[in-house]
């Protein structure tokens, strides 16, 4: 029997990365949940997760699945496109995507597609729940999605930061701070 690591964890000094392919993501009320399969090595058979982190996303993972909006507007024909449609990496969204959020997302096998899950807030305040077409990223015919590279792009970086998240990357709203100061208890023991 191995004797249990004193760190585990991503940071862990003996710890290797697993390999992680995730195949749906959904966020609601910023906490993330995800079906993934890990292998611990390359030749190790794949097991099937179902995850829902119990802490509150870190607010990287909401910003890149923004990214993904324009393109759920666009697969579900709900916004045409115009000249000021795409905004540049730093920028945030303009305002006519202010009713659109995407929540999710389906990821097709060996990640070569995907199928956007989102939303829209009607003006009455009622919520329109939105799937987009599947895009694969390797159709190369005339109907293919003409923002298919772009796509994979913001796909690729939204992949990453749910990866981030199943390894440990959250919020720290709603942590539970320390009870005392670490110093005032190192003060405490130095004066017995």
Not at 44 to 72: I, K, N, Y
Request: charged share 20%; glycine share 6%.
């Amino acid at each position: 029997m191995s004797q249990l690591l004193p760190i585990v964890g991503p940071t862990a000094p003996e710890a290797t990365a697993s390999l992680i392919l995730i195949q749906k993501v959904k966020l609601k009320d910023q906490h993330l949940t995800c079906e993934f399969t890990e292998q611990r090595t390359p030749e190790a058979p794949a097991r099937a997760f179902a995850l829902t982190c119990a802490e509150q996303a870190h607010p990287d993972l909401p910003h890149v699945l923004s990214r993904l909006v324009p393109h759920l507007c666009l697969l579900a024909e709900q916004l045409p496109e115009t000249p000021d449609f795409w905004p540049d990496e730093a920028e945030e969204l303009p305002p006519v995507f202010a009713p659109f959020a995407v929540t999710g997302f389906s990821v097709g096998k060996q990640q070569g597609g995907v199928t956007l899950i989102g939303q829209r807030t009607l003006n009455g305040g009622k919520v329109l729940n939105l799937n987009s077409p599947y895009v694969s990223f390797e159709d190369e015919t005339e109907a293919a999605y003409p923002y298919a590279p772009l796509l994979q792009a913001e796909l690729a970086a939204a992949l990453a930061e749910v990866e981030l998240a199943l390894r440990g990357k959250c919020s720290d709203a709603g942590k539970q701070l320390a009870l005392f100061e670490t110093e005032q208890v190192e003060e405490s023991n130095d004066i017995r």
